[in-house]
């Protein structure tokens, strides 16, 4: 599909930037359209419900439940980046283009990042 879409003549001077776009665009249309048929199985909203209830029960878990010496003490930076984390994780259940969902999982590689450079530097702070 994709390779028929470079080929339309509405695409014949498009530069390379442009046709991956489309091609994203594509795949996230085409995903969109069969995501029920290509990714639900029987039985994956009973299952989604049970992780759903077993992530509001682990609420309580903060950086310092993590045995890092350093988070025990965390700066409001590294808080607010512990939360923007988890909200990317969460957000991953809405998308349904895989490029979406692998940008959900980058995004919040580098809010855990922030957090620990952010703790590190304010328990650097403390320890001087």
């Not at 959900?104 to 809010?111: D, F, L, S």
Request: charged share 30%; proline share 4%.
């Amino acid at each position: 599909l994709e390779s028929r879409a470079r080929a339309h003549w509405l695409w014949a001077g498009a530069g390379a930037a442009e046709l991956e776009a489309v091609g994203e665009g594509l795949e996230g249309l085409v995903t969109a359209q069969f995501y029920d048929s290509l990714f639900q199985e029987e039985g994956d909203a009973e299952r989604d419900r049970e992780l759903e209830l077993r992530l509001e029960c682990m609420q309580f878990v903060e950086p310092g439940h993590l045995d890092i010496p350093f988070l025990h003490c965390p700066s409001p930076a590294a808080a607010r980046s512990m939360d923007r984390a988890k909200q990317e994780l969460r957000r991953m259940d809405c998308r349904t283009a895989p490029r979406d969902k692998l940008a959900c999982v980058v995004a919040c590689c580098k809010a855990v990042v922030l957090m620990i450079r952010a703790a590190a530097a304010s328990a650097a702070k403390t320890t001087a």
